[in-house]
């Protein structure tokens, strides 16, 4: 969400002036390289059925126990835990690896956490070791990029000025120019640290070839001109979990949920109040309890009118973080425009249903085809109206090219309903007549009735 | 799969389709049979028409005409001319047609079946009477008894080139294909199997007639295989004289609908424990539908419909068994023999009217908007709760609609928070707006989520 209002606003922190005066701050040099080793890279990879796909991304030494924080995009959030295999980390300009271990992520920011091991850990700067900056605009800053791998990772120097802050809930800052590295850091000149660089921003740009003119979007990988500013970002580090694949997202239960933009606000009489609009409550869910219903319109928090954001939409960010920042059985007194009427609904947030991550699954490799577990979420990307505890089949999470699954019209995504004429209504069950259809050797193919949007369709797979 | 319609010329000004000129060199070798045939070939020649259509569409958020040709065959003394549903459509506005004496009359459409790609138009038979024109009129032949390789010709106007004569021959009498594309978002190809022939069909032959060296009329050319040689297909004659009567006597085909879809039942028939040679797959059942309501279900096996044993083990057996469905009378009870698991079970379906998931299509200039209704077909399709309200199909810039954030897809739902039932209702609304500008606050559904947006003078 933040990264595509980041996105949008990019068009005008880049159209900042590129003052290019020259400072000579004391001792840059010496500067850059001690708070060079707050900043390490890690290595890992997402090991899927039939390959493994290595990852590299830039993080930060948070503390004194190797602790290093890696940005909520570092890992995809629907890879389970057990499929992120052997973690290394690399102090910049060396080129050997050390072992390290993922904590997990935290719930509100969805920041990763890995722990580098205890030998290297003496050679790390935590950055809580760095004085604060406040920023203001025009401010020059210099940050540390960081070279491919080739390069032994060595850090760079970069500099540029503060262009403009945000808040997208989170305090963004943008440059004039690219300032550091996605996941390194940037610095004041008198060295005190200034910010964490995110994600670099996609570029609108024209490319013309042959006369031709076409539309791109283009985005560096290495370098960025966003970063999360320290001061804000340091009130909330390491909110490291229990453990790595612990489940303790609280859970409202509210779908597509929107701003209300102004010209509405008006037309309903909301006036100048900040309000978001829920589409769709999920049966079962806290929301539901509570007595909240589809429509309704959010306007308040614990007696807290919703901050006005501009773009609007950060209004539902701000919203989920604000949820996502509460602890399972916090209660939320929102305040709630109901057909123009005023009510006050508490709601007892609840832990949130097992997320597709840490959904079951299993892979049958004479089928080539992966089911997972039916988690309360599928009822939003499937369109079911379901009851939470109802469970209408497993999930189709990967076929494997060419496979008999593939051959047989298996496709990511089918809702399997019945094998072999037996309705699903368990993933232990579905993985039981999975594994004695494989291993029953007189059987030679067997059919699903899986649904796929508005329709079903019967598959005959072969098995060989 | 491409397969594409023949498209008027339309498609040309797109730019999807380059054609040199040499390609269009007309050859034309007479065989003895064709020889012996000649004055009924004649005749058929003097029963070829071109069809210049000029209509209106809906897509961009106003009504705005388009203009394209095609081909038609004229299939009766009193005027009544056979062509495809993609030439003509509702939307026409002006539907000329130049007779094989090069002269031109106005036409007007008679009826209209998408479901098979066809259309009738009837001549204006007093301009024709008074000018007194004179035109041939064909004469069906019998596709069921078409033999591959058998010599046809292909008579049409491709890309605006009028009667050109093409020969082929018939490469298979029962190709079957699952469409993908559509007449503009009208559903086709449903009921029937199509000729296959390798005479030459290009843009603009389509509605033309496919003949038999006598020039008898067996199929009505349609498709094309867009980027592949000589892969043409044309609508049977069977197919073509069963909706040609239907659309003369009431100027539509209705058919029965009971909401199943089937599969192929292609190598499962061991897995069922099947007897040879019987029965058709259910893939789906739509939601609600009165097979639903019956209680058939997915992954069933129907063994038979009133007592009439099917067998629907291949694609092309298929849109027999579908039309022998829809050709009941709306409202009949038909009886289903079922097989599901190791029993087998009978069961009554009452049909209901079979309708297309396109709504009726309307443009609100002054928003900049263009709509659809929402019909029942196309609110199960995208799973919405019901099938009030309308879909946005168009929107212009800069206009009040594409100011507030409508976007093609939206569904329209309610409208000053009170539930929009359908294009009618919004017609008024915006009869009020005319009169009475004053901004108005649209509810939209895209995915199940909710929007609001606000329509200011």
């Known amino acids: 969400m933040t990264k595509r209002i980041i996105q949008r606003i990019v068009a005008w922190g880049y159209v900042s002036l590129c003052i290019s005066k020259s400072f000579s701050a004391p001792a840059v040099d010496e500067l850059f390289d001690e708070r060079s080793a707050s900043i390490l890279v890690v290595e890992f990879f997402v090991e899927t059925e039939i390959d493994r796909r290595p990852t590299s991304v830039n993080g930060i030494v948070i503390d004194s126990n190797g602790v290093i924080q890696l940005s909520a995009s570092a890992v995809p959030s629907w890879v389970p835990v057990d499929k992120l295999k052997e973690f290394k980390v690399y102090r910049l300009g060396e080129s050997d690896s050390h072992d390290a271990t993922y904590l997990g992520s935290d719930r509100e920011h969805g920041w990763h956490y890995v722990q580098a091991e205890e030998a290297i850990r003496d050679k790390l700067k935590p950055i809580t070791d760095y004085p604060l900056v406040e920023l203001k605009t025009g401010q020059p800053l210099w940050g540390i990029g960081v070279a491919m791998k080739d390069m032994d990772f060595a850090p760079y120097f970069m500099r540029a000025e503060v262009s403009t802050i945000q808040k997208l809930p989170e305090t963004v800052g943008f440059a004039t120019s690219e300032i550091t590295s996605p996941g390194s850091l940037l610095f004041a000149n008198d060295g005190s640290l200034a910010g964490w660089g995110s994600s670099a921003l996609n570029m609108e740009r024209y490319l013309t070839i042959e006369g031709r003119r076409y539309q791109a979007y283009l985005r560096k990988p290495d370098q960025t001109t966003a970063f999360y500013v320290a001061s804000e970002l340091v009130k909330s580090l390491g909110n490291i979990p229990e453990s790595p694949d612990i489940n303790d997202m609280t859970w409202l239960g509210v779908v597509g949920l929107q701003t209300i933009d102004d010209e509405v606000a008006e037309l309903m009489g909301l006036g100048d109040q900040a309000a978001i609009s829920i589409s769709q409550i999920l049966k079962g869910s806290p929301a539901a309890k509570a007595g909240l219903v589809e429509r309704d319109m959010v306007l308040s928090v614990d007696g807290k009118p919703l901050k006005r954001y501009t773009p609007r939409r950060v209004v539902v960010a701000d919203f989920e973080q604000q949820i996502a920042g509460k602890t399972i059985g916090d209660s939320m007194l929102l305040g709630i425009s109901r057909g123009g009427k005023l009510m006050e609904i508490e709601v007892a947030l609840e832990q949130s249903p097992k997320p597709v991550r840490q959904a079951d699954r299993k892979y049958f490799e004479d089928t080539g085809l992966t089911i997972r577990e039916f988690v309360v979420y599928d009822n939003v990307s499937l369109k079911l109206d379901l009851e939470l505890d109802e469970i209408p089949g497993v999930i189709v999470s990967f076929v494997k090219p060419n496979s008999n699954a593939h051959t047989g019209g298996s496709q990511n995504g089918d809702l399997i309903k019945e094998i072999d004429g037996v309705a699903i209504r368990d993933f232990d069950q579905a993985v039981s007549i999975m594994e004695e259809l494989e291993s029953n050797d007189s059987k030679n193919d067997f059919v699903m009735l899986v649904a796929r949007g508005a329709e079903t369709s019967v598959l005959r797979i072969t098995l060989d | ?457």
Request: hydrophobic share 40%; glycine share 10%; aromatic share 8%.
């Open chain 2, 1 to 457: 799969m491409l397969v594409k319609m023949l498209p008027p010329s339309i498609m040309l000004k797109k730019g999807k389709l380059i054609v040199g000129l040499g390609f269009l060199v007309i050859s034309l070798s007479l065989d003895s049979s064709f020889a012996r045939a000649g004055s009924s070939f004649d005749r058929l020649l003097q029963a070829v028409v071109r069809i210049d259509v000029r209509e209106t569409t809906f897509a961009g958020g106003s009504a705005r005409l388009v203009s394209g040709v095609g081909s038609g065959v004229i299939m009766s003394r009193d005027g009544l001319v056979m062509t495809n549903a993609h030439v003509v459509s509702p939307q026409a506005v002006d539907i000329w047609v130049t007779l094989a004496s090069l002269e031109r009359v106005r036409a007007e459409l008679l009826g209209w079946d998408h479901w098979t790609d066809l259309a009738l138009l009837r001549l204006d038979m007093r301009d024709i009477e008074e000018r007194k024109l004179g035109f041939s009129v064909a004469r069906f032949g019998r596709s069921d008894s078409l033999k591959p390789g058998q010599t046809v010709y292909a008579v049409g106007t491709p890309h605006g080139l009028s009667r050109t004569v093409t020969k082929g021959i018939i490469s298979n009498k029962e190709r079957y294909y699952h469409d993908l594309s559509g007449i503009r978002g009208y559903e086709t190809g449903f009921f029937n199997t199509w000729l296959q022939t390798d005479a030459a069909i290009n843009p603009g032959n389509s509605g033309g007639p496919l003949v038999d060296s006598a020039g008898r009329v067996v199929g009505i050319n349609t498709r094309t295989y867009l980027g592949a040689d000589n892969l043409g297909f044309a609508i049977p004659e069977k197919t073509a004289r069963q909706v040609m009567e239907a659309l003369e006597e009431q100027g539509e085909v209705e058919r029965s609908y009971i909401g199943l879809s089937p599969g192929f039942l292609q190598d499962m028939e061991g897995f069922y424990s099947l007897e040879a040679n019987q029965g058709m797959l259910i893939n789906s059942v739509d939601p609600g539908s009165p097979a639903a309501l019956a209680g058939i279900r997915a992954s069933d096996i129907v063994l038979s419909i009133d007592g009439r044993k099917l067998d629907g083990r291949f694609p092309e057996q298929i849109p027999p068994i579908r039309n022998l469905i829809a050709s009941y009378p709306i409202g009949s009870t038909l009886t289903f023999e079922l097989k599901r698991g190791d029993s087998t079970l009978s069961l009554s379906v009452e049909t209901e009217r079979l309708e297309s998931r396109v709504g009726e299509e309307w443009a609100f200039e002054k928003w900049g908007l263009t709509v659809r209704e929402v019909s029942r077909t196309f609110a199960r399709e995208l799973q919405l709760e019901s099938d009030d309200g309308v879909v946005v199909i168009g929107t212009q810039s800069a206009f009040p609609a594409e100011k507030a954030g409508l976007r093609r897809g939206d569904v329209i739902s309610k409208v000053n928070q009170s539930e929009l039932v359908g294009l009618e209702e919004l017609k008024e609304i915006y009869e009020n707006f005319d009169s009475n500008p004053d901004a108005l606050l649209m509810e939209t559904q895209r995915n199940r989520t909710v929007s609001y947006k606000v329509i200011k003078p």
